[in-house]
């Protein structure tokens, strides 16, 4: 059972672009939380989607980001132009569809805003 | 509001020694969840051990265990025998029902020395 996939890795953009992070959750898992951990700081809750929905989006900042988890396919983390204050680890993490208190993580996105 | 904090921005330990990890939270609620989640290197979010807050029994998972004293909201992590792999930052983690987000400290830095 693969764990939760994220892509890219690593994305590098310039200022004034669009960054696209990618997150496939475990199989059977259809809630789908989004963190950002800023430079020697430790994680902040963004988002938290189940298919199609949006359930808790108190961490967002409240422009230039958003998020989708489609019926089908990964969920989307979309950066709108970029600054550099958005270079950051982007975690993806999924708990199942029968919830249970554990998340488990993705190995993250790291974006670089040049 | 509910608050994770650490006050140990690092800690070292001797190979084979033990170590605690302090971590204290704030919050009006009875019924939650704690975690200690470790962060190598590579910066993948690996869970190490959890706590449902109305167990009183602490958590055990080989050599790390928790003492959680609900009372005074704490939640100390100990490795026992400590290994060089154990080296990494450590953060603690809290979530109010199995839908919600997680709450991260700040997290500590463990050092282990051969």
């Known amino acids: 059972n693969a764990g939760v996939m994220q892509n890219p890795r690593h994305l590098v953009r310039r200022r004034g672009q669009e960054a696209r992070l990618r997150c496939s959750p475990m199989?059977?898992?259809?809630?789908v939380y989004w963190y950002r951990q800023l430079p020697e700081e430790g994680l902040k809750f963004m988002v938290y989607?189940?298919?199609?929905?949006?359930?808790?989006e108190s961490g967002m900042p409240k422009e230039r980001f958003s998020a989708e988890f489609p019926k089908e396919g990964p969920s989307i983390l979309r950066i709108q132009q970029v600054v550099r204050g958005d270079s950051a680890a982007y975690f993806c993490?999924?708990?199942?569809?029968?919830?249970?208190?554990?998340?488990?993580f993705g190995p993250g996105t790291r974006l670089l805003v040049l | 509001a509910q608050t994770v904090t650490q006050s140990q921005p690092e800690m070292s330990v001797q190979e084979a020694e033990t170590v605690t990890l302090s971590c204290t939270y704030d919050?009006?609620?009875?019924?939650?969840?704690l975690f200690w989640y470790k962060q190598p290197p590579s910066r993948q979010m690996i869970l190490v051990i959890r706590?449902?807050?109305?167990?009183?029994q602490n958590a055990t998972e080989n050599r790390f265990s928790v003492n959680f004293q609900k009372a005074a909201k704490s939640f100390s992590l100990k490795i026992s025998d400590s290994q060089l792999g154990d080296a990494a930052m450590y953060f603690c983690?809290?979530?109010?029902?199995?839908?919600?987000?997680?709450?991260f400290g700040t997290g500590t830095r463990l050092q282990v020395f051969p």
């Open positions: 199989k059977g898992h259809s809630h």
């Open positions: 706590q449902e807050a109305y167990k009183q």
């Open positions: 919050t009006s609620e009875s019924d939650y969840y």
């Open positions: 983690a809290y979530r109010i029902s199995r839908a919600d987000k997680l709450i």
């Open positions: 989607l189940q298919k199609e929905n949006i359930i808790d």
């Open positions: 993490a999924s708990s199942p569809r029968t919830l249970q208190e554990t998340q488990y």
